[in-house]
């Protein structure tokens, strides 16, 4: 199993800018796809962008299109979130996740390895 460890959380302005990182333990060339999902206090963990390990093809939820950008650094099995442009409604504790599942899923339950997660918060 994956182990996942995420930094980069913190407080920031509306309209500011904040990068996430997501370091994995093992090197596994077969994984298919990593993403980033976000939950809030009293709402569901949703997803936020997906990476494909292999391409590097991303997939981004509607919420965070054209102001988030997922990347990879392979040498480093190391994923990124850099977020722009962040809002009130972006605060929550934010996690990575590595996909048991081939092609780009969204679903929690395609993920079979979480970290624990860092917290972003927006003030207004």
């Known amino acids: 199993q994956v182990q996942l460890a995420e930094s980069g959380g913190g407080l920031v302005q509306a309209g500011g800018s904040l990068r996430l990182s997501c370091a994995a333990s093992v090197l596994t060339f077969s994984r298919s796809a990593m993403a980033w999902f976000r939950q809030a206090p009293g709402k569901e963990r949703e997803f936020v962008a997906g990476?494909?390990?292999?391409?590097?093809?991303?997939y981004y939820a509607t919420s965070v299109k054209g102001r988030f950008t997922i990347s990879r650094d392979s040498a480093k099995n190391t994923v990124y979130l850099q977020m722009n442009s962040l809002k009130p409604e972006d605060t929550a504790l934010y996690s990575c996740?590595?996909?048991?599942?081939?092609?780009?899923?969204?679903?929690?339950?395609?993920?079979?390895?979480w970290g624990q997660g860092t917290q972003v918060t927006v003030s207004s």
């Open positions: 996740a590595a996909a048991r599942t081939w092609g780009l899923p969204t679903r929690v339950g395609d993920f079979g390895s």
């Open positions: 990476i494909s390990w292999s391409s590097g093809s991303t």
